[in-house]
């Protein structure tokens, strides 16, 4: 049905032809197997919504409920409601965004304590998908950039955001931070169960996530040379923006582990140094803890 129909379903002041619509819209939207990507609740939901909406204001409309003036006030509302609801699907809205930068600031800064302290718990009105989801990875940078990282607190906000309605790169992302916790508390295992998991969902063929991860388990089967082959792909495929600092910069760390391994001294110093040089650009010290340094002084 397209909009000329649904123009003369309005224009016939049809009510119940305006509602076999809306009912035919969901149905189609949630049953009919062609469109998987409506069916995911980020989607579904609004939907449903705004089409309820939309009937009740043209049916009260149409019965002479409200005058054409109150009709003209709902149809503007309804307009802003709809720009809301589908920018929320994927955006933070305001004011979620004031608590947010406000913790990322304190972060930025390594003040760890402070942030716990100001934001004990999420504020109340953190209510869109979105800002659940960067609230409990503020979390989780928060638990595992701390001296000593606190690794299961960080494991357990994890599971939190995994229990959101999650779109597929944003569940990948997660599954692979739950991967590099799980290999720091020691459970490579588990932390292997979940990678394999996580490499099926991507797109892409090995991105540069992927290859550092899989260093890590190439270096716990004791796999030096392949897991120095891997670190040296991963950076080959990260793009210059400043997204993908951080990760350049905690590659090139455990790059320059990889060469110490396999002695070479001179390779070691190179990317440790390349490493920090990053580390200290970002200007961020949450990020630099990530970095270990200490191999720069016993060689250098």
């Known amino acids: 049905m397209g909009l000329s129909e649904i123009w003369k379903i ?18 189609f939207i949630n049953f009919y197997p062609e469109i998987p990507k409506f069916k995911h609740p980020r989607w579904a939901i609004p939907i449903l919504i705004s089409s309820i909406l939309f009937g009740l204001i043209f049916t009260s409309y149409l019965k002479e409920v409200i005058n054409q003036k109150v009709f003209i006030s709902l149809i503007i509302l309804y307009l802003f409601y709809l720009v809301f609801a589908f920018y929320t699907k994927n955006h933070i809205p305001f004011p979620e965004t004031i608590p947010i930068s406000n913790a990322e600031i304190f972060i930025r800064e390594g003040k760890y304590k402070g942030f716990k302290s100001y934001y004990p718990k999420k504020p109340i009105y953190i209510t869109s998908v979105p800002g659940k989801i960067k609230w409990l990875q503020l979390n989780i940078s928060n638990s595992i950039s701390q001296i000593p990282p606190k690794f299961k607190e960080a494991y357990i906000y994890s599971d939190q955001i995994l229990n959101l309605p999650l779109f597929e790169n944003e569940k990948k992302k997660i599954l692979l931070d739950q991967v590099l916790i799980l290999l720091m508390l020691g459970d490579t295992k588990r932390s292997k169960e979940i990678f394999e998991v996580a490499k099926k969902m991507d797109d892409e063929s090995k991105n540069s996530e992927i290859l550092n991860l899989e260093s890590h388990f190439l270096e716990r089967e004791g796999k030096f040379e392949e897991a120095r082959q891997n670190l040296l792909s991963a950076i080959s495929k990260f793009n210059n923006n400043e997204k993908n600092k951080v990760q350049r910069a905690i590659v090139y760390n455990n790059l320059a582990r990889m060469e110490m391994m396999l002695k070479n001294s001179t390779n070691t110093q190179h990317y440790y140094r390349k490493s920090l040089s990053i580390a200290v650009e970002t200007n961020e ?16």
């Not at 309005?10 to 149905?27: A, H, P, Q, T, V």
């Not at 010290?285 to 250098?300: A, F, H, M, T, V």
Request: glycine share 6%; no cysteine; proline share 3%.
């Open 285 to 300: 010290k949450s990020y630099r803890n990530k970095i270990q340094l200490e191999p720069i002084n016993s060689i250098g």
């Open 10 to 27: 309005i224009s016939e002041r049809n009510i119940i032809g305006l509602w076999i619509f809306i009912i035919s819209l969901n149905f």
